[in-house]
């Protein structure tokens, strides 16, 4: 054991002097929070301003619009206010609730100032996100619907730029949008959207939504109806309860803290993944290297094969420990931050603000990290021996591609079932894939948030440590057998003539 642990102690050596190993640790937790700050960065700065046409061939529908476009920048600009507010307010003062629906900038800023810190500064407002301007001349004169709609094609398709009445700059068109008479009496006027990016709905159904409320207002006043109890009854909603029989009598209510239970373990499996992944791929970067430079050859004069494999596997385990470690310590590090100085409490205003509160009290009170750590280390032992064979067969990185290959594929599976598993997570393709020694880390991993059955739980958890032990045994044989062995890569009946012989 002493031999072994010599060799394990090599192994994180060598793996951990290597700035590669540094700038891992250092860079996931990183891309973490860029990745995490991208979507909000991209929808405040990145975004273009959308310039469009609107041609109402109606007659009275552009005021339609314009209202629904003021009341879109309107509650912009009133979430955008909510969280400079949060950020510049004096902590252990209580939030004051901002209104979206009629916000005004002024009045509340007015209202919320006795709260906000003597260095807030000024709040600047978004930028507009849709823009109406004057359609170019070759529209604006058309009155027919098919020659309006040739010309508006060409312009789309060209690209071309033009400088509309009222405005300094030059600007291309993000959409067309031509309004004609209803067709019928049931469905309104037709909203013909024509736009080059479809990926964008945001306009189209921003103006779909408001004619298709104008069109019913309309309609209730040709039949006579009250508008005013109309809307009321419009704006009704059914109060939902959400309760969670899992739960204590009295504590059956399904908050925030229960929602990241059912999915904050899809996160650390994408981490169980990538450190698996990533420490497989050393452990066969170590054999290949040692055996294509001889130095494999030196180590066994002085130890025995199961010591060398023994102390590869748990030198590596080693360094996977710290990656894991490290990039866990980084995720509460940063919801410690937030909650101790980011002014996040338990009255903070916003269910994102509530998330690392949240998500600290989880961590705090529930079974997700001994359980990450004793599947991450179940799900290392299983990979890592099939790898360490694979890596003791070969004599080049690119003859162990092949096998890589379908380890690989093997891998993609979890990552591409993250999603589903938490919806359906004791369904009948969860059950099946978790009885599946090469899936149960993962899957497993999901579906304990969800209380599968106790025979679910050990009945895998036994079989992937017999299978655990199956791999770490039949490495051991291949190990022995080829570790010293060069020229071509073994083929896989040579493989079972290893497994199999006495």
Not at 25 to 49: E, H, M
Not at 63 to 85: H, K, N, T
Not at 121 to 141: C, H, M, N, Q, Y
Request: overall charge neutral.
């Amino acid at each position: 054991m002493r031999n072994a642990l010599i060799i394990a102690w090599r192994e994180f050596a060598e793996n951990a002097k290597t700035r590669g190993f540094w700038f891992g640790i250092l860079l996931f937790p990183l891309i973490w929070i860029v990745t995490a700050q991208i979507p909000r960065l991209l929808a405040a700065k990145g975004t273009p301003t959308r310039h469009f046409v609107i041609v109402d061939l109606t007659g009275r529908m552009i005021p339609v619009i314009e209202s629904a476009l003021q009341r879109d920048g309107q509650r912009r600009e009133a979430l955008a206010f909510r969280e400079w507010a949060a950020d510049n307010r004096r902590s252990g003062v209580s939030a004051q609730q901002i209104s979206l629906e009629s916000f005004d900038l002024q009045t509340t800023l007015n209202q919320i100032r006795p709260q906000l810190q003597t260095n807030a500064g000024t709040f600047t407002p978004p930028k507009v996100k849709f823009r109406r301007v004057a359609p170019p001349a070759s529209i604006a004169s058309l009155g027919d619907l098919s020659q309006l709609e040739v010309e508006v094609r060409a312009w789309l398709r060209g690209g071309l730029a033009y400088q509309p009445r009222g405005m300094d700059e030059e600007v291309s068109l993000f959409a067309v949008a031509i309004i004609v008479e209803e067709t019928t009496t049931k469905t309104g006027p037709a909203l013909r959207f024509w736009s080059e990016n479809q990926a964008d709905t945001d306009l189209r159904e921003l103006m779909e939504e408001a004619l298709s409320r104008d069109f019913r207002q309309r309609e209730y006043v040709r039949l006579g109806l009250d508008q005013k109890v109309i809307t009321g009854l419009e704006t009704a909603r059914t109060e939902v309860v959400n309760l969670s029989p899992r739960k204590a009598e009295g504590e059956e209510r399904v908050g925030l803290v229960d929602l990241l239970r059912q999915w904050a373990p899809s996160g650390f499996v994408y981490l169980l993944w990538v450190a698996v992944f990533s420490i497989a791929q050393m452990l066969l970067n170590s054999v290949i290297e040692e055996k294509s430079n001889r130095i494999i050859e030196v180590l066994l004069s002085s130890v025995t094969s199961t010591e060398l494999m023994a102390g590869k596997l748990i030198g590596i385990a080693a360094v996977g420990l710290v990656m894991i470690a490290s990039w866990i310590g980084t995720l509460l590090v940063v919801m410690l931050w937030l909650v101790r100085f980011g002014g996040m409490t338990s009255q903070s205003e916003g269910a994102l603000a509530q998330v690392p509160l949240e998500l600290m009290t989880l961590l705090g009170d529930s079974w997700i990290l001994p359980a990450f750590l004793l599947y991450f280390f179940l799900g290392y032992i299983l990979y890592a021996g099939v790898i360490l064979a694979i890596g003791s067969t070969c004599d080049t990185l690119k003859d162990a591609q092949n096998y890589m290959g379908v380890i690989v594929l093997l891998m993609m599976v979890p990552l591409v079932a993250l999603t589903f598993i938490p919806r359906d997570p004791n369904g009948p393709v969860a059950t099946f894939l978790s009885w599946i020694p090469f899936y149960t880390p993962f899957v497993m991993m999901n579906r304990v948030a969800a209380g599968p059955p106790l025979r679910d739980i050990l009945g895998t958890l036994a079989l992937l440590v017999v299978m655990d032990v199956l791999v770490i045994w039949g490495c051991g044989r291949i190990f022995r057998a080829a570790v010293l062995r060069t020229g071509q890569p073994a083929s896989l009946v040579q493989i079972w003539r290893w497994l199999v012989k006495k």
